[in-house]
């Protein structure tokens, strides 16, 4: 079976977000993502606390993507050091597994 990871990244906007969303998705780099419009980030930049609106998602894709999917958002980012993390699937629904697994290879 293969390795399944999330793509977690934070964006300045849910318009960056859904961008950035839509060229992993048809670039087939991710099988779907899912776009929270609205997050508040409260962290340190520059010598300063800052507290902002963001936007976040969870991108869905195998381990083999990933180094591909970091890129790609980094590429295509407009923050100078973006968050982007990727995360480990445990374990999951198997025809949702499989489904990413079509989705990347189709």
């Not at 507290?51 to 990933?66: I, L, P």
């Amino acid at each position: 079976m293969p390795d399944y990871r999330s793509v977690y990244a934070t964006f300045k906007d849910s318009e960056q977000a859904i961008e950035i969303a839509r060229a992993l998705v048809e670039e087939k780099m991710v099988a779907c993502v899912n776009v929270i419009e609205r997050v508040r980030s409260v962290y340190h930049w520059q010598g300063q606390v800052h507290d902002d609106s963001e936007a976040a998602f969870f991108a869905k894709t195998r381990a083999d993507k990933t180094e591909l999917v970091i890129a790609r958002i980094a590429a295509l980012h407009t923050y100078e050091t973006p968050c982007i993390v990727v995360l480990p699937v445990e374990a999951g629904h198997q025809p949702y597994l499989a489904w990413i697994d079509e989705s990347l290879d189709s």
